[in-house]
């Protein structure tokens, strides 16, 4: 079942014409939203960040706008189903919405962890400020990281410093601090990314943003990944960079980080 144009359609196979700019070249802006206790006004879900972010991009490329309450029409019928809704919007102002389950191992990846591969250098999102169709280079540097036994891809930009992973933003800890990487135009800030930004500055943690180049990735104690779906991932292993490295899953410095997600869950 899925939201198409302000309608609930049966089945799984969305029908677009053959010259839709969608199909043809991923014409699209999209954002994954996680829905907590089937509520959209939950604040773990988050619906008004994610249609932020959404109204941003429609305003960037300067495209039809959706109907925002045919588009939260669509999302609450879908979330009694469905804990996880990919919404995507069309250059013409058409709306489709696609639920999912959560992925059945991400209670064990969130506890022990999960490997990472370093993309090729240059291998980083189109458009990255957006979040766009077009998701080839994350798709594609993510299959590859699965074919060499990882589950995320690392993404680079033309020096080899590291930018996002293939589904979310990446944070390390380094001397009494938690990093990520700067946001200069060439990675897409995540709403979760958001979210912990504000949580740890409210909890008097000490955060910030920086160039992670090998010198700096050297110097990393812990390294996990977020986004809305899987929350918190630590990253207990990454390969094709110059040498292996090693995590532990369970460092102390993750506390503050897991802590934002059941604190407001708690506290709903």
Not at 79 to 108: H, M, N
Not at 148 to 167: F, K, P
Not at 195 to 222: H, K, M, N, P, R
Request: with cysteine.
């Amino acid at each position: 079942m899925f939201w198409y144009c302000g309608q609930l359609q049966s089945g799984n196979t969305l029908a677009l014409a053959g010259d839709d700019p969608g199909l043809l070249y991923g014409a699209t802006l999209f954002s994954t939203v996680r829905v907590y206790r089937q509520s959209l006004g939950h604040p773990l879900t988050a619906w008004a960040a994610h249609c932020e972010r959404l109204a941003r991009g429609v305003d960037a490329l300067a495209w039809q706008p959706p109907d925002w309450q045919r588009l939260q029409a669509g999302a609450q019928a879908l979330s009694e189903r469905y804990s996880v809704l990919r919404v995507v919007l069309f250059p013409d102002g058409r709306e489709w919405i696609a639920g999912r389950s959560l992925p059945g191992d991400l209670a064990q990846c969130q506890q022990q962890g999960i490997a990472a591969w370093v993309a090729q250098r240059g291998c980083a999102r189109a458009l990255p400020q957006l979040k766009t169709g077009n998701y080839l280079p994350a798709w594609w540097a993510r299959t590859q990281a699965q074919k060499r036994g990882a589950q995320e891809a690392i993404l680079v930009d033309g020096e080899g410093n590291w930018l996002e992973t293939s589904t979310g933003n990446l944070w390390g800890w380094q001397d009494g601090c938690w990093w990520t990487p700067a946001d200069a135009g060439s990675l897409l800030p995540g709403v979760a990314r958001s979210q912990l930004w504000t949580w740890l500055q409210q909890q008097q943690w000490s955060v910030g943003q920086c160039q992670w180049d090998g010198a700096f990735i050297e110097g990393l104690q812990a390294l996990a990944h977020t986004n809305s779906v899987v929350e918190v991932v630590p990253i207990r292993a990454v390969e094709g960079s110059e040498r292996q490295l090693s995590f532990d899953p369970q460092h102390p410095a993750l506390a503050p980080l897991r802590q934002y997600f059941s604190h407001s869950e708690r506290a709903r």
